[in-house]
């Protein structure tokens, strides 16, 4: 009897240090914080992509009413708007580059993740959620701007030329999809940092810190003719909420039913953990 038991408690500190073994390596290869269907993300993802090639397109061919321009002015705007239609018509084409240029460093600053040994291990998950949550937020932009027919604020500007006003993309004010575009990334890649250092307490800071990207880009929109405030502020909630919640959707949630190893003065085992919440 003797000999069995010193052989079961031989076999529990067996056990015990392989599980502490298997934690280590853990420790050393991170464990996935997301799961993807890939047929299903990649369907979403590749719907969402060709509708915005398309629906830009259309977009950018709709013309105005070419009899309502000459009747359109700043007091048609509500004041909170108004000051967009002021703007110095001067200052468009280096405001345009600028958000442009902005949009494009957006675009690639999640390649800074990759840097993490926490999540380039899985970052062929990360870029598949990426382009998803860009896909999503494209939708989306699509589905207000192509029902909604808002011109831009320099058509309602007298000091704007008549040649700038019948171009092309004057009728696609609402919302701003720069501003949406940068927001998606800024707040994708604090979001999956975060989703793989849940130890970081403060995290309105990174939040914060993502925010300041597209409020630039929406500035310079502003700057540019091209978008109301609104416009801005509603392009920056959506990207956020595309960059957000698409990580979210996917986090892998936690197992209910578990192993969970124990030793005290008188034993060294495994009891099962059932969590009902």
């Given at each position: 009897?003797?000999?069995?038991?010193?052989?079961?408690?031989?076999?529990?500190?067996?056990?015990?240090?392989?599980?502490?073994s298997?934690?280590?390596?853990?420790?050393?290869?991170?464990?996935?914080?997301y799961?993807?269907n890939?047929?299903?993300?990649?369907?979403?993802?590749?719907?969402?992509?060709?509708?915005?090639?398309?629906?830009?397109?259309?977009?950018?061919?709709?013309?105005?009413?070419?009899?309502?321009?000459?009747?359109?002015?700043?007091?048609?705007?509500?004041?909170?708007?108004?000051g967009?239609?002021?703007?110095?018509?001067?200052?468009?084409?280096?405001?345009?580059?600028?958000?442009?240029?902005?949009?494009f460093y957006?675009?690639?600053a999640?390649?800074?993740?990759?840097?993490?040994?926490?999540?380039?291990?899985?970052?062929?998950?990360?870029?598949?959620?990426?382009?998803?949550a860009?896909?999503?937020?494209?939708?989306?932009?699509?589905?207000?701007?192509?029902?909604?027919?808002?011109?831009?604020?320099?058509?309602?500007?007298?000091?704007?030329?008549?040649?700038?006003?019948?171009?092309?993309?004057t009728?696609?004010?609402?919302?701003?999809?720069?501003?949406?575009?940068?927001?998606t990334?800024?707040?994708?890649?604090?979001?999956?940092?975060?989703?793989?250092?849940?130890?970081?307490?403060?995290?309105?800071?990174?939040?914060?810190?993502?925010?300041?990207?597209?409020?630039?880009?929406?500035?310079?929109?502003?700057?540019?003719?091209?978008?109301?405030?609104?416009?801005?502020?509603?392009?920056i909630?959506?990207?956020?909420?595309?960059?957000?919640?698409?990580?979210?959707?996917?986090?892998?949630?936690?197992?209910?039913?578990?192993?969970?190893?124990?030793?005290?003065?008188?034993?060294?085992?495994?009891?099962?953990?059932?969590k009902?919440?």
């Amino acid at each position: 009897m003797k000999t069995i038991l010193t052989t079961l408690f031989a076999l529990s500190l067996l056990c015990f240090n392989n599980i502490l073994s298997a934690k280590e390596i853990i420790k050393e290869k991170p464990a996935k914080v997301y799961h993807l269907n890939y047929l299903v993300d990649g369907s979403i993802t590749t719907a969402g992509l060709l509708a915005s090639k398309f629906g830009t397109d259309y977009l950018r061919d709709r013309e105005p009413n070419l009899a309502e321009i000459p009747t359109l002015t700043p007091g048609d705007i509500w004041w909170f708007d108004r000051g967009a239609t002021k703007v110095n018509p001067a200052d468009a084409s280096h405001s345009l580059k600028l958000s442009d240029d902005w949009v494009f460093y957006t675009k690639i600053a999640p390649a800074i993740l990759l840097l993490d040994k926490n999540i380039n291990r899985y970052w062929y998950d990360i870029a598949t959620l990426y382009l998803e949550a860009h896909a999503i937020h494209a939708s989306a932009y699509l589905a207000a701007a192509i029902p909604i027919k808002r011109y831009r604020p320099l058509m309602y500007n007298p000091s704007e030329s008549m040649e700038r006003k019948t171009g092309e993309n004057t009728t696609n004010a609402f919302f701003s999809g720069h501003a949406g575009m940068a927001a998606t990334s800024m707040f994708f890649m604090a979001k999956v940092y975060l989703d793989h250092h849940p130890e970081i307490k403060h995290k309105w800071v990174y939040y914060t810190g993502a925010s300041i990207p597209p409020a630039i880009v929406g500035y310079y929109r502003y700057k540019a003719g091209k978008h109301f405030p609104t416009d801005i502020l509603v392009g920056i909630a959506f990207g956020a909420a595309s960059g957000i919640l698409v990580p979210e959707w996917h986090k892998k949630k936690e197992r209910k039913l578990s192993f969970v190893p124990y030793t005290n003065n008188y034993s060294t085992g495994l009891y099962l953990k059932l969590k009902l919440n």
